[in-house]
């Protein structure tokens, strides 16, 4: 079976107060995206690397990967209007007819191998595969009067890598209405699929924040640890 | 007015996978807990500490205090059953008529000094102020068929400290069944009082496992940084 990571990276990067974009934030010494590839790369041999950014980023990518002397294979597709839009052009690019797809966060630069190979599995045996951790903290919803608690009990913080069989995101992604959905296990669970959830990684970080940057390096830099 | 804070530090630390409960495991070269002491006794002036401790772990913690030379005035109180009974043995030293009062996790050392006080000066102004943040990945929750999507829109994640007047505490905690509750936001609101969020922050990590105390070293090193 092949497969294939989308790895999306659309964002502007506005949280960070900075003006480049944070999947290209240098994180202990090159790009957050240079991460994120790699450790795909790294985790399933024969892997297809599709990167989707926007277009008018690509020359910058292409220069950073030239000074960076980055050759971790990829293809490079730019995105689309709204982030189903440009996993869709990503999905594009496959032409295979039976495919493993991991459909990843750019911007989580520290997804493990056990992690992706993990999902990977989980989606050959069911279809879908969709990392999730537990929660820390009590939640609210604000309403109209304020506040009221959220129940936690089996909550979980949904992750990436997010993996389908392609016939499934395929189907999902032929909807009219697949640009609605930021996460595509409530887009192919629309479309009529389960979803199977696998151990997600707290390591797993989004680097939405310039916080979540410095975690990432520490993270880095304390190498490996027993996730609970 | 005066202010007390009432630090909650009842865990065993199973989930850390080490011996020593998480609360007294070294962070930036001291234990945890002094860290939280300290956070709280620097952004109020003249606030009084109450830190309850399970009874047979305040030898130890006295031991400790005294090879690290913490001088940060404290009271020691024993902890009961639950995390309520330990809340409410806190609570049953502060004397006074009126008062502000935060609880807060012993295991959360990096609440900033501007959280703190703006959760207090809420509190003062409205009776209560709950920190919250927002979340930054999707929801799911596990149900009898598999799981589904909970909508995160307007959904914040509860942090302390949870600071009320004395009286709202006093009333809320003589409820009969005040162990049930293990977010003092939820038992107050039970006990008919309103609840007023405050801005929590990212730094304020809750440390329950190996790789949050990595980046809560982290944070310390990286210093103070602009938060979103």
Chains 1, 2 share one sequence.
């Not at 790699?38 to 292409?62: D, K, R, T």
């Amino acid at each position: 079976m092949e497969h294939y990571a989308v790895i999306v990276a659309g964002g502007s990067g506005n949280r960070m107060g900075s003006e480049i974009p944070k999947q290209f934030l240098k994180l202990a010494g090159k790009p957050v995206l240079m991460h994120t590839l790699q450790a795909f790369y790294e985790a399933v041999e024969g892997i297809s690397l599709i990167l989707v950014l926007p277009l008018n980023h690509i020359p910058f990518w292409e220069e950073l990967c030239n000074n960076f002397k980055f050759e971790t294979p990829h293809l490079c597709v730019p995105g689309g209007e709204t982030r189903g839009h440009s996993v869709k052009n990503g999905l594009s690019k496959i032409m295979a007819e039976q495919a493993l797809v991991a459909i990843h966060d750019g911007v989580r630069p520290l997804a493990d191998k056990a992690m992706i190979s993990g999902c990977f599995s989980l989606a050959s045996e069911k279809g879908s595969a969709v990392p999730c951790i537990p929660l820390s903290d009590s939640l609210r919803k604000k309403d109209n009067n304020g506040s009221h608690p959220v129940d936690r009990n089996g909550v979980y913080a949904v992750q990436t890598p997010q993996c389908f069989e392609i016939e499934i995101l395929r189907t999902a992604y032929a909807r009219a209405d697949f640009m609605n959905y930021t996460d595509d296990a409530q887009l192919a669970e629309a479309a009529g699929f389960k979803i199977h959830l696998a151990e997600g990684s707290r390591r797993n970080l989004k680097i939405t924040t310039p916080e979540d940057l410095i975690l990432a390096e520490a993270l880095i830099k304390a190498g490996k640890l027993s996730v609970e």
